[in-house]
């Protein structure tokens, strides 16, 4: 589903209402939206619905994308640098290529992601963390966080 900018700034704005609680806002929809190359550098998407979501070469960098749900969601070459996914559902997305540096995975589902070549420099993580199978995140250079 190709989304236009006027569109995707308009489901922005409802859910920044919602996540301030007030009544008129709405929490973002985006599930299966073909957002390449979108530049959403700093966006606040915390707890957003992003499921199947193409967001391939996006710009993510320091976006908020706490509790998020991108299941199956397309995240190849991606920036995520210094993104929040603390709590995050990444369940089946493809990440490979994508630039996690000194993201916040803390409780994040990581199981069946593809992370083949993914930039781990830096990225946090706690005991909540879920990652797939036969992955080390330690050798990818995650930083364990006891919290």
Request: charged letters at 25%; aromatic letters at 4%.
């Given at each position: 589903?190709k989304?236009?900018?006027?569109?995707?700034?308009?489901?922005?704005?409802l859910?920044q209402?919602?996540?301030?609680?007030?009544?008129?806002?709405?929490?973002?929809?985006?599930?299966?939206?073909?957002?390449?190359?979108i530049?959403?550098?700093?966006?606040?998407?915390?707890?957003?619905l992003?499921?199947?979501?193409?967001?391939?070469?996006?710009?993510?960098?320091?976006?908020?994308?706490?509790?998020?749900?991108?299941?199956?969601?397309?995240?190849?070459h991606?920036?995520?640098?210094?993104a929040?996914?603390?709590?995050?559902?990444?369940?089946?997305?493809?990440?490979?290529?994508?630039?996690?540096?000194h993201?916040?995975?803390?409780?994040?589902?990581?199981?069946?992601?593809?992370?083949?070549?993914?930039?781990?420099?830096?990225?946090t993580c706690?005991k909540?963390?879920?990652w797939?199978?036969?992955?080390?995140?330690?050798?990818?250079?995650?930083?364990?966080?006891?919290?």
């Open positions: 589903m989304i236009t900018y006027q569109d995707l700034q308009r489901v922005i704005d859910h209402k919602y996540l301030s609680g007030e009544r008129d806002g709405e929490r973002a929809n985006l599930k299966g939206a073909d957002l390449y190359g530049n959403l550098a700093g966006t606040n998407l915390k707890s957003a992003l499921e199947g979501a193409s967001l391939r070469r996006a710009v993510l960098w320091g976006a908020n994308l706490a509790e998020a749900v991108l299941e199956g969601a397309n995240l190849k991606a920036i995520l640098e210094d929040n996914l603390n709590g995050a559902c990444l369940k089946d997305a493809c990440l490979k290529g994508v630039n996690l540096e993201a916040d995975l803390r409780g994040a589902n990581l199981v069946n992601a593809d992370l083949e070549n993914a930039d781990l420099v830096g990225a706690n909540k963390t879920v797939p199978d036969d992955f080390d995140p330690t050798a990818a250079g995650t930083k364990f966080l006891n919290d």
